[in-house]
């Protein structure tokens, strides 16, 4: 089940500013890829360490989760994610977060829980 969302300003390939964002429900390969992807190895005084980043692993599900934003198709990069405004970036975070909610939702209610 996907959802459509429409940004304000958009993001911006070549001249052209793209609003339409298919938003997709996130599989647990989704958690798993975007976990992976928030931890990076610092060095430490007792050797390297494994750190993750919980902003990180936001913005890593949170590109996951765009199947497609006018002509590209997701997952969208960083960098993509990036360009979009403050407005657009959280009004795409909140269409994420009600969409997964609309989907746990209709499980429950197919389960009869």
């Known amino acids: 089940m996907s959802t459509t969302v429409t940004l304000t300003t958009g993001l911006k390939v070549g001249e052209e500013y793209h609003r339409e964002v298919d938003i997709q429900e996130l599989t647990a390969q989704h958690m798993i890829d ?5 931890e990076r190895v610092v060095e ?5 360490v494994l750190v993750k980043s919980p902003s990180r692993m936001t913005y890593e ?13 997701g997952p969208i990069s960083i960098a993509e994610l990036g360009k ?13 977060f009600n969409h997964q909610e609309q989907s ?3 499980a429950v209610e197919r389960e009869g829980r």
């Open 34 to 38: 975007a976990d992976a992807a928030s």
């Open 104 to 106: 746990l939702s209709s």
């Open 44 to 48: 430490s005084r007792n050797g390297p």
């Open 61 to 73: 599900l949170m590109r996951r989760a765009v199947k497609r934003i006018g002509p590209i198709n």
């Open 84 to 96: 979009l405004t403050i407005e657009d970036l959280s009004a795409l975070e909140s269409a994420i």
